[in-house]
């Protein structure tokens, strides 16, 4: 009877311990996104589209989410009252490539980056630009991928594509930039 409450305490102990050391794994991930909700309001500051773009003075710059929203309330929070040369913030959420509407910066979150083909045909020709949640070939045609390299949020640039776009990324975001390969090096 001892064996077995020893047994059990440990097993008890195992998982309180797996628990504990689950917790700040989430933590970190909820960090990761505080961090990247506040890189795409960056490049939304450090980004230029044609007045085409959009259909007014005062119309919003829309951040598009496809697929689910790894921010929870992080980047609504970054951005709730901010205006970027008299354009309001907004967000809007697309559960397929094929939901994509109007958007002036488009985030892939990871499981949509298999469909980035379908989500690439969407918004081929627009300046929209497109923001990936992994560095991978799938999506190496984004313009802007995101890289997490010893626990740091890091960014690369795809000038090409950007430039395909008809959009301008400010010369202080490429200078922070890292180049990425075919994609021009950063300005």
Known sequence: MRLISKLHLGFLALIATLALGILPVEAQVSREYQIKAVFLYNFAQFTEWPEAAFSGEKSPIIIGIVGPDPFGAALAET???????GHPLAIEHYAHAADVKTCHILFISQPETRHYD???????????LTVTDTDSTASAAAIIRFVVENNKVHFRVNAEAARVANISLSSKLMR???????GGAPR
């Open 118 to 128: 379908e989500i690439n045909k969407n918004v081929k020709g627009k300046p929209v």
């Open 176 to 182: 922070v930039a890292e180049a990425t390969p075919g």
């Open 79 to 85: 951005i709730h009252d901010e205006t970027i040369q």
